[in-house]
């Protein structure tokens, strides 16, 4: 795949597409934290709250646990067949198992209690309902702390954020083998459309198009079946229509 193509992705279950969040997240999180003016601690913290929401209605720590374990079961076979590369093999597995040991030693609890415990996130989150509700005027609170010392103000992010680390590490290593399971294809859509039908299971669909030539794909998927209808939208003011004429793009089909 080249550099220059864009890179859609779809999920075909709910837990891949809980990781493709939490991973959307904690890289939101990353680069707002960069900045340490207050505008960037403000896009921090509204996206550690995005992420501790996420943990607060999902048992994310069994999911990630067994997705992982299933991960690491599937893998152990392959010692005994020819042509693998051992070392390989044994970085993988041992990056599953010390990451499954992580996991396993948190609180998933613990973190689902860090919103229901900070009465400065809930007044954060009760108004954030309110177009410009976390203004200095309905937050004074909140104004204080983006104006108090980077220092002061990374160090609770720190704490808030506690063992989230390891859950961040646990969704990059799967994602990571999860898309490293299958190899790019070229592939033809006859008249800007494409159907996939087997009997081979997947969990996510990856396509990549040239980033200039302004398509996009729609994407409706199941299990083993999924379409795509190929879009093109010349300028975020103009409409997208459909594209009737041939389409080739690079499909990759991932499973674990």
């Known amino acids: 795949m080249s550099d220059t193509d864009i890179v859609f992705e779809q999920p075909v279950s709910e837990r891949v597409r809980t990781m493709l969040r939490l991973e959307h997240l904690f890289a939101q999180l990353d680069h707002h934290r960069q900045d340490e003016s207050p505008w960037g601690m403000r896009a921090s ?52 198992e010390s990451t499954i040991s992580d996991i396993q030693g948190c609180s998933s609890q613990r973190i689902s209690q860090t919103l229901k415990d900070s009465d400065f996130l809930l007044a954060i989150i009760n108004r954030s309902t309110i177009p410009g509700g976390t203004c200095h005027i309905d937050l004074p609170q909140f104004h204080r702390w983006l104006e108090a010392s980077p220092t002061t103000s990374s160090n609770d992010m720190d704490s808030w954020l506690g063992n989230l ?27 800007g459309m494409y159907v996939h039908s087997g009997q081979d299971k997947y969990h996510l669909i990856r396509l990549a198009l040239p980033r200039g030539r302004h398509l996009y794909p729609e994407i409706s998927a199941g299990r083993q079946r999924f379409s795509v209808r190929f879009m093109q939208q010349d300028s975020a003011r103009s409409a997208a229509v459909h594209q009737t004429h041939p389409i080739r793009f690079k499909l990759s089909l991932c499973s674990l």
């Open 45 to 96: 913290i509204v996206t550690l709250i995005d992420i501790l929401s996420l943990f607060s209605r999902n048992d994310l720590k069994t999911e990630i646990s067994r997705e992982l374990g299933e991960r690491r079961q599937a893998l152990l076979p392959l010692r005994d067949r020819p042509g693998v590369d051992e070392g390989l093999l044994d970085e993988a597995l041992g990056q599953l």
């Open 165 to 191: 680390r390891i859950f961040e590490n646990a969704v990059a290593l799967y994602m990571r083998l999860l898309r490293q399971s299958s190899h790019w294809k070229d592939t033809d859509a006859v008249d």
